[in-house]
């Protein structure tokens, strides 16, 4: 693969959504979303305690996207520059032309269309930016409403391993939904 830079970022748009790069300046709704019970609900990861917490994962945020290993975008309608949520290419696998997509809204964006409109927009940018040859999101088979989200998109369910994590003292499953650059809608 060639190499591929997320330098200098690339704002994302459609006709209501901006997915900008996230700063010191969204600590407050990245406090928000990572820190709220049921927002974190579907995510196996500690809940953020405090406004260092959420500046520390904006800074890893920005850490991934420097080092090319990630890039996240801060999800806002037009023309609000409010962060309502976070979406991005969290894990990639170069050799196999591969990325996990993931993303988090805040609850009053829920039920909007946000989600699947902002995932459109990412993965049109994982297939003709990042040259990817196949998308995956990995889900809690509980969260229906991610499914619907991925789904409405064109992902389809691949894989359902069971008791696959260890998390919280639980054994948890995931679920894969992929989509292959071929069957992109």
Known sequence: ME???FLPFINLESDRLLLRQITPDDVQEAFELRSNPDTMKYIPRPLVTNHEEALGHIKMIQDKIE???????AITLKPNNKLLGIIGHYRIKWEHYRSEIGYML???AHGKGIATEAIKLIVDYGFEKMNMHSLEAIID???LGSAKVLEKNGFVKEAHFKENEFYDGKFIDS????L???NKQ
């Open 175 to 178: 679920v894969i939904y992929s």
């Open 180 to 182: 292959l650059k071929s």
């Open 141 to 143: 088979p509980e969260n």
């Open 67 to 73: 080092n090319n290993e990630g890039i996240n975008w």
């Open 3 to 5: 190499p591929f830079s």
């Open 106 to 108: 805040l609850p009053e």
